[in-house]
């Protein structure tokens, strides 16, 4: 594994999840199993990325007694996918955070020049007051994840983490130097980036192979 020296990257060290990153690796997975994958490993993760939400103290009454317990603040922290793969860790981070909100924002890499273009923005209501979990599969160039988290804070998000499972040296560095308050949660950090801005040895594109396309 590449060092790479970002204050606030945490790459994730757990057995289970080591598993399933092979799996997800191995070109004969099939669409079915690497979508299974793939929310597996977001539970996994995810679990981790918010270990420090916020919780305000409260008390709640057992058969038995009054006890004194801790509870997510109001509002609801917010999930926001990256359009298409990022879609795929949305449903698994649900399940741990059923409440939340869902944020969606659409954009495709030109491969000429790996640039991110944005079709789509929709954003919960009260987003600036919001925890905000940004989740896409890949963070290779670095350049949608960038795009997005600018987007999220001309909105007023303050208040932002970002969920990868597989990144590239290369993208986690220019996260951190467009957004260094940021931190960065990854399964795996690859190698480096090929010619064509994917990340090796990475899985090639997670969208094709999430959904079966070309």
Known sequence: MPEVAVPKLVVLDHPLIHDKIARLRDHRTRPDEFRRLVHEVSLLAGYEALRDLPTIATTVQTPLAEAEAEVLGDPAPAIVGVLRA?????????????????????????????????????LPTEI???????????????????????????????????????????????????????????????????????ILPGVGDAGDRLYGTR
């Open 128 to 198: 600036a007051r919001r925890e905000v979990l940004v989740v896409d599969p890949m963070l290779a160039t670095g350049g949608s994840v960038v795009h997005a988290i600018d987007v999220l804070k001309r909105n007023g998000v303050t208040r932002l983490r970002l969920l990868s499972i597989f990144g590239a040296p290369e993208g986690v560095a220019n996260v951190h130097a467009a957004h260094p308050d940021v931190p960065v949660f990854l399964a795996a950090l690859d190698d480096q980036l090929n010619d064509h801005g994917y």
């Open 86 to 122: 990022g879609l795929a860790m949305v449903e698994a981070v649900l399940q741990l955070l059923p409440e939340a909100m869902v944020g969606h924002i659409g954009l495709y890499r030109d491969h000429e020049t790996l640039q991110p273009h944005e079709y789509l923005v929709k």
